[in-house]
């Protein structure tokens, strides 16, 4: 016997297989979800709807695209010779918005993590090396996490890159900006010296 | 402020999972309170001041708040980060194999500081010296000690006959090794050189720095190597993941002859 209806039960176990989502949390957007006006609703059941239909992976990037090759792909004005490594298609929009980076980009869909048994061939790792043996590429920058496992990612790659006579760069390990020195761990202030700039 | 939920722990991340949008789930190895796991939040935030103490392969001082469900780690000091393991690709790979084994032959709650000990040593060594297949094998053999399978190698762990300098055997269901007569009636017996046997004796004795000296052909580190990870396979009843990327790692390290490779001296034998 539940005290629950069918209806919400079911949604509460739905939103409850989302990343981050516990039972609690999915009941609390349940019940808000049931209280929403239905235009709302209906534009958020719309949009569910057409995300796996027509949303498709770019052959060239992987990134998650509304057409193939996607639009990032498929600008001319994209500096070709230069390609940025990610982890996931959500780490781009906050790399586009610095202004930047004006390359392409190529999305591992993951990092190496050797402990759960994820290898170079679990992740998109093997589609990268024909788009560098073109000769068009002459600079890859690594912009995978700076945890163990991106940094594994990072420096694996690195090995498959640096024998093409590709410049290989990684984003620098600085200091957040805000941050004090006092308060720095030892990994980030050493990772912020070896990085350091002319000023 | 201090209450008796309060309490503190020094002790390796051995490793973590993501939990909601910014926290982690963290799982230490401490020589007091054993293995456990413990919730770090806003961990995954940039310019977060736990971020870099709770990430793997990290030696740290945790404050932790006992909690009904998972405690929480409230804040942390780093006491060893492991920069020169972690600057490198082979020795990285190393530290989560050790990592992992220590894992996989733990349960929670559940103090062994000889083995915590043995694990801060290993990881000390690594950063400071580096990697070859001494140290993995030796780590792996004395991993085993320090869970209560240590491998029995004085004399036959059938009959009880000394051994003699012959080609003798080794079972890993049996826990030791055999004499050429038991072998024959052992499924699991497979042959243990006179120098393989030299060799284990010699590291169940000795420190990591000494043991890593011993200076042998690429055919004994295979036998070694065999003998070890069917040993490991057979106590802990499951295979360790990160085996598979440190065979792949030294197979393409070979082929593309990288400085990783360099690290590993039974390549340049075979060479
Ligand atoms: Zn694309
Ligand atoms: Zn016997």
Redesign the interface.
């Known amino acids: 016997m539940s005290i629950t209806a069918e209806p919400i039960a079911r949604l509460v176990q739905a939103l409850g297989k989302l990343?981050?989502m516990?039972p609690k949390s999915a009941q609390r957007l349940a019940y808000h979800l049931l209280l929403s006006p239905d235009a709302e609703i209906e534009e958020l059941a719309a949009s569910l709807l057409s995300l796996k239909g027509s949303l498709v992976f770019c052959s060239q990037c992987f990134n998650v695209a509304d057409s193939d090759p996607c639009s990032i792909c498929a600008d001319p004005q994209r500096d070709r010779t230069v390609i940025c490594i990610v982890e996931r298609p959500s780490d781009i929009p906050p790399l586009e918005r610095t202004g930047k980076l004006d390359g392409l980009y190529h999305v591992l869909h993951g990092c190496?993590r050797?402990?759960?048994?994820i290898?170079?061939d679990d992740i998109r790792i093997r589609e990268l090396l024909p788009r560098l043996r073109s000769g068009e590429v002459k600079e890859v920058i690594l912009a995978t996490n700076p945890?163990?496992?991106g940094?594994?990612t990072a420096?694996?790659i690195r090995?498959?890159v640096?024998?093409l006579g590709i410049k290989v760069t990684k984003l620098a390990r600085g200091l957040?900006y805000?941050?004090e020195l006092e308060?720095a761990?030892?990994?980030?202030l050493?990772q912020a010296i070896n990085s350091r700039q002319e000023f | 402020m201090g209450s008796s939920r309060d309490y503190q722990a020094e002790g390796i991340v051995l490793r973590h999972s993501v939990i909601g949008e910014r926290d982690k789930i963290v799982t230490l190895f401490t020589p007091d309170e054993g293995k456990f796991s413990a919730v770090a939040r806003g961990a995954r935030r940039p310019g977060s001041s736990l971020g870099p103490s709770v990430e793997m392969l990290t030696y740290g001082r945790f404050q932790c708040v006992r909690r009904r469900a998972l405690d929480l780690i409230t804040q942390a000091t780093i006491l060893d980060s492991f920069s020169n393991l972690k600057a490198d690709l082979w020795r990285m790979s190393c530290g989560l194999y050790a990592c992992e084994l220590v894992d996989s032959s733990t349960v929670d709650g559940a103090p062994n500081r000889p083995l915590f000990e043995f694990l801060l040593e290993a990881l000390m060594e690594i950063d400071r010296v580096g990697c070859d297949d001494n140290v993995l094998r030796f780590f792996e053999l004395r991993l085993l000690e320090h869970i209560g399978f240590r491998p029995s190698l004085g004399c036959c762990v059938s009959c009880g006959s000394s051994l003699r300098p012959v080609e003798n055997s080794l079972s890993a269901t049996m826990g030791g090794a055999l004499c050429p007569d038991c072998a024959r009636s052992c499924p699991d017996a497979k042959a243990l050189s006179v120098s393989a046997l030299k060799v284990l004796r010699f590291w169940l004795g000795c420190r990591l720095d000494v043991a890593r000296r011993v200076k042998m052909g690429t055919a004994l580190s295979c036998e070694l190597e065999e003998h070890g990870y069917r040993f490991v396979r057979n106590v802990l009843q499951r295979d360790i993941k990160s085996r598979a990327w440190l065979v792949r790692l030294r197979s393409e390290a070979l082929l593309t002859s990288t400085s990783e490779a360099s690290t590993i001296p039974r390549w340049f034998e075979a060479e």
């Open positions: 990343p981050g516990g190496l050797p402990a759960r048994g290898g170079p945890t163990v496992e940094e594994t420096m694996y090995q498959l640096e024998p957040p805000g941050a308060y761990d030892e990994m980030t050493g």
